[in-house]
C-alpha cells in the first residue's frame, strides 16, 4: 500500500490550496485519513483527521478550524485538504496519513505518504 499526497506549492496569505491524497494498493477499508504538518525547527502535528466510511466524525487543530476542510472519496481511496485564508504560519510539509486494511482478517494499520510542502508567503 502506498500513499502519495500531491498539491502544495507556493501561495500568498490569505489565498487557499487543496492538498489531495490517493492510496494505492490492495485496500479492504480506509477507516481513518487525516492530514498532519511539520512546520521548520516543530514537532509534527495534527491539521485535520476524519474518521468513519461516511466521514461520520472529523477532527481539526484550532489553528486551522473553519478555514481548512477535510474531505474523503471512498470510491477513490482519496482525501483531500481544502485550504482557505491561508496564513504565513500554514507553511510546513503536509502528509496524509490513513489507517487501512488490507485484507478482511487483519487490523487497520498506519501508513504515511510522502510530504508535499506548503509555502505561504507574499
Known amino acids: 500500500v502506498q500513499l502519495q499526497a500531491f498539491g502544495g506549492g507556493l501561495v500568498q496569505p490569505g489565498g487557499s490550496l487543496t492538498l489531495s491524497c490517493t492510496a494505492s494498493?490492495?485496500?479492504?477499508?480506509?477507516?481513518?485519513w487525516g492530514w498532519y504538518r511539520q512546520a521548520p525547527g516543530k514537532q509534527r502535528e495534527l491539521v485535520a483527521r476524519?474518521?468513519?466510511?461516511?466521514?461520520?466524525?472529523?477532527n481539526y487543530a484550532d489553528t486551522v478550524k473553519d478555514r481548512f476542510t477535510i474531505l474523503r472519496d471512498n470510491l477513490k481511496y482519496k482525501a483531500t485538504l481544502e485550504m482557505n485564508s491561508l496564513k504565513p504560519e500554514d507553511t510546513a510539509v503536509y502528509y496524509c496519513?490513513?489507517?487501512?486494511?488490507?485484507?478482511?482478517?487483519?487490523?487497520?494499520?498506519?501508513?504515511w505518504g510522502q510530504g508535499t510542502l506548503v509555502t505561504v508567503s507574499s
Open positions: 496519513y490513513a489507517e487501512l486494511n488490507e485484507d478482511y482478517y487483519s487490523a487497520y494499520k498506519a501508513y
Open positions: 494498493g490492495t485496500i479492504i477499508d480506509i477507516n481513518v
Open positions: 476524519i474518521t468513519g466510511y461516511r466521514g461520520d466524525s472529523t
